[in-house]
């Protein structure tokens, strides 16, 4: 009997003396750590489609539909892009492709055929929290660049704004629930961190809508998604009737 049983224990000190040889080769080798994955880093897709134009030229603005004639077309694509959350950036005036995002950033939201008092990056097919918005409020009505702007405080007075519309939306206009002042933090240029509270909601002066409405871009969400309730979106025409009807000029935001 004692014969029989020396065998299978020969077997398992062969095993464990296989095991404990391996566990010290293993220990031989040295830990590689994965690479880390900078997210404010722009990805060779976004680098490509900002530094394929100059600071001057136009960037192709997405829209959710294109309308030909009496014809509305689905833009599938662009309205995905359009509807994606986008990612923070690093603040840096030293970072070539972020100031040339920037500048072509702003070359088309001043577009003389296709101007706008705001624009945000995702409008551009770029997915990154960078918006410009018309300071309505400030002397002269300059355009400002804010980075990782984000809504911390909501005024309690919820206003209807009469005269929504979007360059990524052409055509279509309507009354959205809105609020008549915010309270936004947000990045500038330097890396400087900012928080101010921004007001205003009426025809000459909108600007706290301005920021509402490009920040919305920031989180995929479109001022058709914001339409006051028992009104409906309305074409060229009938918004030049309705601004007629309040005896104010037709404006695009």
Known sequence: ??????APIIILFSIAAILLENCKKQDDISYIEP????????????????????SADLMRVLTIHTITGTDTITNYEDSLILR?????????????????????????????????????????GISRNVIW?????????PYELYLNAKLAVYSTKEVVFNYDGCLS?????????????????YDKIDGSHHVEIVEGWGYSNFTSIIFQHEIDHLNGILFIDRIHENTKLM????????????GEPVIEI
């Open 169 to 185: 939306i052409p055509g279509i206009s309507g009354r959205t629930d809105r609020h008549s002042a915010v309270c936004v933090e």
């Open 133 to 141: 918005v018309q300071r309505m409020d400030l002397l002269g009505d």
């Open 235 to 246: 074409n060229t025409k009938e918004y030049e009737k309705f601004c007629k009807l309040l």
């Open 84 to 124: 994606k959350i986008s990612m923070d950036v690093r603040a840096d005036s030293t970072d070539t492709v972020l100031l040339r995002l920037i500048d072509r950033l702003y070359t088309t939201v001043r577009d003389p055929n296709h101007p706008g008092v705001g624009i945000a990056a995702p409008q551009v």
């Open 35 to 54: 690479e880390k994955v900078d997210s404010l880093a722009f990805t060779d897709a976004e680098i490509n489609l900002i530094m394929e134009g100059d």
């Open 1 to 6: 009997m004692k014969k029989i049983l020396l």
